[in-house]
């Protein structure tokens, strides 16, 4: 029994190892699963701007953000595949070593069976009784004998029991040895698209630095009508502010207050002002990481969705204006205490200024450029009259 309890506490080991491996591979699945799911919608995206057969900063953003996504999604499955070799290896160490076990188990037995079958006949033991020296030691051989019978047929559940921790341990690997096969079949599916994805990225980059004149334009004129939201949001602290501290502060309510504080709070948690989307234009002023010549400021972040996606309050709040801007389209402000967000690039809006509005209530639909089939909604969050990044305020 002894060889079966030590046998035992080994597989016990190496289950709670599995468990523990396994927890690694379900968060590497959901991580991977994902970027995945990013996947889906980036190419959903750019299927829908696929009639436009020039290239943009925004199709370079979103080739760009999907090769990201393949690197990830290949960078888990190799992660997943070293825990699976990691698990297998020891599996496999563990399994020689009860084999090797098992063999000098059998050997023992068979040992136990030729030395029963020798001294099986009535007459032996009778012999082996009565030949005894004295009462006591007569006594003792019963016993022997007795254990000795017992003790074989302990030998032959141990062996039962150990060749099932074998089975099953080697079922284990197997299926292990599957889904590692399956693994690298996918991950070899994944490069594949990874280098398609490269060439057209070449392809879009060279197409952009060809009309460098152009973007930069655009560029420009995107600035311009960024500089106008802000002016706006500027204006409107300048009327709701006051001095507090030395510093210029919004006034508020009890009510705002309170708005405010929940706002705080959720920081991180609140969802995304569309139902699905990709960032493809990051917060803050830095060069483009493709195209080195060109600076881009962007006051939030931009988020390319499907055609014809509302935009959504990420918070309850009240509307503090809806604006048109001169090329821009429109734009809605909404107020949560001392933040503000900000919705931009707008073709219609379905809330006036004043109204309440709740989280996730849709404010309008974000513009489709029939240019180029893209459909982005500019958004920027504030504290009084400083600029946040977004992306530190929406769930991940």
């Not at 009860?98 to 037995?109: C, G, P, R, V």
Request: net charge positive; glycine share 4%.
């Amino acid at each position: 029994m002894k060889h079966l309890k030590t046998w035992i506490v080994t597989a016990v080991i190496i289950a709670t190892a599995g468990q523990a491996a396994g927890q690694a591979m379900y968060e590497l699945q959901s991580e991977r699963e994902q970027a995945v799911e990013s996947i889906r919608t980036i190419t959903m995206l750019l299927e829908q701007a696929k009639q436009d057969e020039n290239a943009s900063l925004e199709r370079l953003n979103l080739i760009t953000r999907q090769i990201n996504n393949r690197n990830r999604v290949i960078l888990n499955i190799r992660r997943e595949c070293k825990i699976l070799d990691d698990f297998i290896a020891e599996n496999t160490e563990a399994v020689a070593m009860m084999q090797d076990e098992l063999t000098k188990l059998k050997d023992e037995y068979a040992r136990m069976i030729r030395f029963a079958q020798k001294n099986s006949s009535n007459h032996n033991l009778f012999l082996f009784i009565v030949t005894a020296d004295d009462v006591n030691q007569a006594y003792k051989r019963m016993q022997y004998m007795r254990q000795y019978t017992q003790q074989r047929k302990a030998q032959l559940d141990v062996i039962a029991s150990l060749t099932k921790i074998i089975d099953y341990q080697l079922a284990g690997m197997e299926k292990q040895k599957i889904q590692k096969m399956n693994l690298l079949n996918q991950q070899r599916r994944e490069n594949a698209k990874l280098e398609a994805e490269k060439r057209e990225q070449a392809k879009a980059i060279e197409e952009l630095r060809q009309r460098q004149d152009d973007l930069n334009q655009r560029l420009q004129a995107q600035e311009y009508q960024q500089n106008i939201v802000n002016l706006a949001v500027e204006s409107y602290f300048n009327e709701q502010s006051e001095v507090v501290a030395s510093a210029y502060q919004f006034r508020m309510t009890p009510e705002q207050q309170q708005l405010a504080v929940g706002f705080l709070q959720n920081r991180g948690q609140l969802p995304w002002p569309v139902e699905r989307g990709i960032i493809t234009a990051q917060f803050g002023v830095h060069p483009h990481p493709l195209l080195s010549q060109i600076t881009i400021k962007n006051s939030g972040i931009d988020i390319n969705t499907n055609s014809g996606a509302p935009a959504r309050a990420v918070y309850a709040g009240e509307v503090s204006r809806v604006f048109a801007i001169s090329g821009g389209n429109m734009s809605v402000i909404v107020r949560h205490g001392r933040f503000l967000t900000v919705y931009s690039n707008l073709a219609s809006v379905f809330v006036r200024q004043g109204q309440q509005v709740s989280q996730k209530q849709a404010l309008g639909v974000i513009f489709t450029d029939p240019a180029d089939n893209k459909t982005v909604l500019k958004f920027q969050v504030w504290e009084n009259n400083r600029k946040l990044n977004p992306q530190d305020w929406l769930a991940r």
